[in-house]
T-cell receptor, first 114, second 111 residues
Framework: AQSVTQLDSHVSVSEGTPVLLRCNYS??????LFWYVQHPNKGLQLLLKYTSAATLVKGINGFEAEFKKSETSFHLTKPSAHMSDAAEYFCVVSDRNNAGKSTFGDGTTLTVKP | NAGVTQTPKFQVLKTGQSMTLQCAQDMNHEYMSWYRQDPGMGLRLIHYSVGAGITDQGEVPNGYNVSRSTTEDFPLRLLSAAPSQTSVYFC??????????FGPGTRLTVT
């Protein structure tokens, strides 16, 4: 079975400060991991993905995430937050041995203060 | 490429009515899925399909039916709408690499 835990339901940062959104996963096999972003009343957009290549993954808009197998974590970071980063973020795990089904975390709401 | 399209964007139903949410993709993806999104609960998988003629249940399948007669289309049918089915519904598709492409969503209200 696979699962995802997003450790913070809400994160608030000031513009220009670093962003850290935490994600732990559980998977019986080698997982693929993803971060998606959803702006208010919009669809989901892929930020970045890990599929067993480099453990440090760079995505769009300056985001990156590091896959740490020993800690079963896939935290999302950004050095300097912009107002436009305010959104809902979802961590997702997908397991090739689970018919490719994806499991979503409950989401983290990022607020960026001016 | 239109990607993944969904219709309608908004729908209001009365309890007991039935309807079909349409989903189509033009990327020749084998895998398609339906999710519902409720506040504070992320996205939950309703049904999915790994190819034409093959469907299976996800996490929350009760009250929904699907079929997959072509690679492109994956409609979701609500058999008898209930207020608990008020939600935002997303269709998604993917090929290899496991990255999913999402449609814009359908906002459904059941009164």
């Amino acid at each position: 079975a696979q699962s995802v835990t997003q450790l913070d339901s809400h994160v608030s940062v000031s513009e220009g400060t670093p962003v850290l959104l935490r994600c732990n996963y559980s998977s019986s096999y080698s997982p693929s991991l993803f971060w998606y972003v959803q702006h208010p009343n919009k669809g989901l957009q892929l930020l970045l993905k890990y599929t067993s290549a480099a453990t440090l993954v760079k995505g769009i808009n300056g985001f990156e995430a590091e896959f740490k197998k020993s800690e079963t974590s896939f935290h999302l970071t950004k050095p300097s937050a912009h107002m436009s980063d305010a959104a809902e973020y979802f961590c997702v795990v997908s397991d090739r041995n689970n018919a490719g089904k994806s499991t979503f975390g409950d989401g983290t709401t990022l607020t960026v203060k001016p | 490429n239109a990607g993944v399209t969904q219709t309608p964007k908004f729908q209001v139903l009365k309890t007991g009515q039935s309807m079909t949410l349409q989903c189509a993709q033009d990327m020749n993806h084998e895998y398609m899925s339906w999710y519902r999104q409720d506040p504070g609960m992320g996205l939950r998988l309703i049904h999915y399909s790994v190819g034409a003629g093959i469907t299976d249940q996800g996490e929350v399948p009760n009250g929904y039916n699907v079929s997959r007669s072509t690679t492109e289309d994956f409609p979701l049918r609500l058999l008898s709408a209930a207020p608990s089915q008020t939600s935002v519904y997303f269709c998604a598709s993917k090929a290899g690499g496991w990255e999913q492409y999402f449609g814009p969503g359908t906002r459904l209200t059941v009164t």
